[in-house]
């Protein structure tokens, strides 16, 4: 914890913080002036004593001069225990790491920063988000952290802090989005479950207007025996064949084009060929198999093998066809070297 950041060191007394600054970004549409706030946000139990602090950093446009209809974007990582700093630094925010190489062997320190050509503060109000115990959000009461830690009361807890800004900044009418990362999807859509019908603790009369969903965990309950309502290929086709054409170039498409091609194959042709299974004739399984092959970069033999699926591991070997190197589970445009143990 930076020294000074707050008032006190000893969080039984706690005393929540709050800093305020000014600044521009240069964006396409021009010069955005904004005004940032950077605060705690505390939870009381009933005797009124501080035992949990979400920390927020708030980023408003300062020319606008009514934004009630403003939309406004919550952001988080995931982990679960993870602080919001990767979607801060990444691209939410007015001031990101500077990244231009996306095939170096490595991204280590030191790292510089730029003002972000990207960030959304021309058309939204950005608000990132330190859950309890991550970052600069604090759990001040050790035997309240089951008030906090599990999947529900996680989500619970952002509800709160998001029903308590928006009516301390008077943005009830915004329209709202969720961003989450990671296990940040899973809190995003469990947050939007109850904001509708309500959750253990009370109800919040809440409806988001969207969810961003990145590095999507949804699906994971694969991964402890729990039954997913779609085969997971078929899920992955966007990303695979978004992969397959930025290492391999196999059409003279635009990405954007392949891409949707590629989908509209997969949620089509190929999920019945997966369907039908067995029943599919000679001539049918050929040709979805050469199709699946030409979208995603997998070899025909390797599907073959595998019925025409294919896990993480042996998707990344056949897209990169034995250059030896393995793709960044976060930005698969970057290349690090492909380690295997004996």
């Known amino acids: 914890m930076p020294k000074g950041l ?24 021009g010069t955005i002036p904004y005004r940032t706030v950077c605060e705690d ?27 009630t209809d403003r939309p406004v974007l919550f952001g988080f990582n995931g982990g679960p225990g993870s602080s919001s700093m990767h979607v ?9 790491v500077f990244y231009e190489e996306t095939d170096r062997a490595t991204s280590l320190p030191p790292y510089k920063s730029i003002d972000n050509p990207d960030c959304l503060l021309d058309v939204a109000d950005i608000v990132v988000v330190d859950p309890v115990a991550t970052g600069y959000g604090l759990l001040l009461d050790d035997s309240c952290a089951d008030q906090f830690f599990t999947i529900e009361d996680d989500a619970e807890a952002l509800l709160t802090f998001i029903s308590n800004w928006l009516t301390r900044y008077k943005r009830w009418l915004s329209p709202k989005y969720l ?24 109800s ?11 590095g999507n965990s949804i699906t994971t309950g694969r991964y402890f025996n729990r039954d997913i309502p779609c085969e997971q290929t078929v899920l992955a086709m966007p990303t695979v064949a978004a992969i397959n054409w930025y290492h391999n170039h196999p059409s003279d498409q635009g990405l954007e084009e392949f891409i949707q091609e590629a989908k509209q194959f997969g949620d089509t ?3 019945m060929a997966l369907f039908r299974g067995n029943s599919l004739s000679r001539e049918e399984y050929e040709s979805v198999r050469k199709r699946l092959s030409y979208y995603t970069g997998i070899s025909e033999e390797y599907l073959d093998e595998h019925l025409l699926r294919w896990d993480e591991e042996g998707a990344v070997k056949q897209i990169a066809r034995g250059k030896g190197v393995d793709f960044s ?3 698969a445009r970057m290349t690090l070297p492909h380690f295997t143990t004996q």
């Open 269 to 271: 042709e190929y999920m």
């Open 179 to 202: 961003v989450g990362e990671s296990y940040g999807c899973i809190r995003s859509a469990v947050a939007a479950g109850i904001a509708g019908g309500g959750g253990k603790k009370r």
């Open 204 to 214: 919040y009369a809440m409806a988001f207007d969207g969810l961003v969903l990145i």
């Open 329 to 331: 589970r976060y930005d």
């Open 41 to 67: 946000n505390v939870f009381y139990n009933k005797e009124g004593k501080a035992i949990a602090s979400i920390f927020s950093y708030s980023y408003f446009r300062s020319d606008v001069k009514d934004p």
């Open 6 to 29: 707050y008032k006190t060191e000893n969080l039984s007394d706690f005393k929540p913080a709050r800093f305020t600054s000014e600044g521009t970004v240069t964006l396409c549409s």
């Open 88 to 96: 801060h630094a990444g691209f939410l925010g007015t001031t990101r």
